[in-house]
């Protein structure tokens, strides 16, 4: 059996205990057993850091610069094994594990160029002869503690600028996925960074998470994950004075609107709502649809859900893997009970045997549902959509905007005038017009609003916001 260390101060080292990282497709191919640290061996990480912080945070652009492109590069060109890695852990096909792997290295490109972007202003100052200089420096210690849905595209999303903008970091990836980041940490220890740079503690969230969350010594979290995880977490970071930023989660909806192209629609709407197995955040749950093309909609989308492939993510011609594990897919099907319940009807959604044992749904769609429902209101985070029938583009986007959360949204319409409208009017961090709520660009903000986000967007040159800290200098005349 495979062993795989945690990383600290540039060792691999051994943890308290291990953890069997298991295939959702085949539950007898286990990938390895996997450290687990607990919270003395998360501080000696946290200490590393710190320790390391004096130096990197001290490093030219061009020292950074270097290391982030290499470690694209390295990856780019790692794409299809690590992409296999990545679908084997998580169970996505292998088109998105690989599609996902190769965002990780454009990444690492993308915040290669912005260690040289960085810049500051000098500003005139409103007293005589003054000068004012405002630039930004590194917080310090970062930790990171990532979700089991993207395994290598989120930590990318956080070491890359956490690194770019001179910070040091310990990260903490979810507990159902460590080889991903794993194999992310060796690239960039093997690009040489320096040691306490990048510290890699895998482990359960409420010990190396809870380590990460409530030491002095890191000075800022970023968290992706639930909601309700993700609450905690702010509050603690808020009592200790940390800087916190938290992705959580969504009840994106899709509205399709009676003027829409129905195969743009269908094919929005099926890609959003069970690509990825539906567990995506951004995954397009409540399908908003308006009476004219219902009936339309409804029997396209059935048909093509009907000719979806669920099955082994590594085969050829799988459209839709397993779901991670079977605590997920509990959910999942307690989630289809409910809507059952609440007087929805309930297409698709059982259980499927195949060759091995995994954890393998059909896609689910519900219809006659209202907002008001569960369904319609709680993340369920697998392949299963509702759908709310609505008189016209008014009561769509009040049913889209009836939700705590704001992650991302859709509309499918061929007018100029509702695709507008929509998009100044929807209460989402991400808008998109005929195609689906998920997959986005790596190089623009990422994030929500309401009840999905806090804190500073995600992603692109917004990154910066989180990752540094502003300092404004006056500089008196007569200074030399
Ligand atoms: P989760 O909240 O269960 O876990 C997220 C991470 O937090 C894991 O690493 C976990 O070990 C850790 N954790 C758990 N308890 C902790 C504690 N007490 N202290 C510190 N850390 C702790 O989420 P998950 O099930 O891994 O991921 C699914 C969720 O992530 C969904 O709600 C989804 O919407 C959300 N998500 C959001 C985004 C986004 O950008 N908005 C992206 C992907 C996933």
Excluded at 85 to 97: F, H, I, Q, V, Y
Excluded at 115 to 135: A, H, W
Excluded at 206 to 225: Q, R
Excluded at 294 to 308: N, P, S
Aim: proline share 4%.
């Amino acid at each position: 059996m495979s062993q795989f260390a945690n990383y600290i101060d540039g060792q691999w080292v051994e943890g308290a205990s291990v953890s069997r990282n298991v295939n959702p497709s085949n539950l007898d191919d286990v990938i390895g057993e996997f450290a687990q640290a607990d919270a003395d061996q998360t501080q000696r990480a946290i200490s590393a850091a710190r320790k390391a912080f004096a130096q990197w945070s001290l490093s030219t652009p061009q020292q950074r610069f270097d290391l982030l492109d290499q470690v694209g590069s390295t990856i780019l060109a790692r794409k299809a094994e690590l992409g296999r890695l990545l679908a084997r852990e998580e169970g996505k096909t292998l088109p998105e594990a690989i599609g996902e792997v190769g965002r990780a290295a454009q990444i690492f490109k993308f915040f290669a160029g912005e260690t040289l972007r960085i810049g500051g202003e000098i500003v005139p100052s409103v007293r005589p002869g003054m000068t004012v200089e405002v630039t930004r420096e590194p917080l310090g210690v970062i930790g990171l503690i990532t979700p089991w849905n993207f395994p290598i595209a989120i930590p990318a999303w956080k070491i890359a600028p956490a690194l770019a903008f001179g910070n040091t970091v310990v990260i903490k990836p979810a507990d159902l996925v460590p080889a991903s980041t794993y194999e992310l940490v060796k690239i960039i220890a093997e690009a040489g960074a320096p040691a306490g740079v990048i510290n890699l503690v895998m482990g359960r969230g409420s010990v190396v998470g809870e380590a990460l969350v409530s030491s002095p010594d890191v000075d800022a979290v970023s968290f992706t994950g639930s909601v309700s995880t993700g609450r905690a977490i702010g509050a603690k970071c808020f009592a200790s004075g940390k800087k916190f930023q938290l992705e959580m989660g969504g009840k994106n909806p899709m509205v399709v609107l009676d003027d829409a192209d129905l195969a743009v629609a269908i094919e929005a709407c099926i890609n959003g709502a069970f690509y990825s197995t539906g567990q995506r955040c951004t995954a397009s749950s409540r399908l908003i649809v308006t009476e004219g093309i219902y009936d339309r909609f409804i029997d396209g989308m059935k048909a093509r859900m009907q000719a979806l492939k669920v099955g082994d993510a590594l085969a050829d011609g799988t459209h839709i893997g397993p779901v991670v594990d079977d605590k997920q897919l509990q959910q999942d099907e307690r989630y289809i009970a409910i809507a059952r319940e609440e007087g929805g009807t309930v297409f698709g959604g059982e259980r499927i045997e195949r060759e091995t044992r995994g954890y393998f749904l059909a896609p689910a769609l519900i219809t006659e549902t209202t907002s008001g429902m569960r369904i319609n209101r709680e993340e369920v985070f697998g392949p299963v959509a509702s759908v709310i029938k609505v008189k016209d583009y008014d009561a769509a986007l009040a049913a889209a905007n009836d939700t705590e959360f704001g992650l991302s949204a859709g509309i499918c319409t061929t007018s100029l005038k509702y695709a507008s409208h929509f998009r100044r009017h929807v209460q989402a961090g991400m808008v998109m017009v005929n195609t689906a709520t998920a997959g986005v660009d790596y190089h623009v903000p990422f994030g929500g609003r309401k009840g999905s986000s806090y804190g500073p967007r995600e992603q692109g040159s917004y990154a910066r916001e989180f990752y540094t800290t502003v300092k404004t200098a006056y500089v008196s005349p007569g200074t030399v």
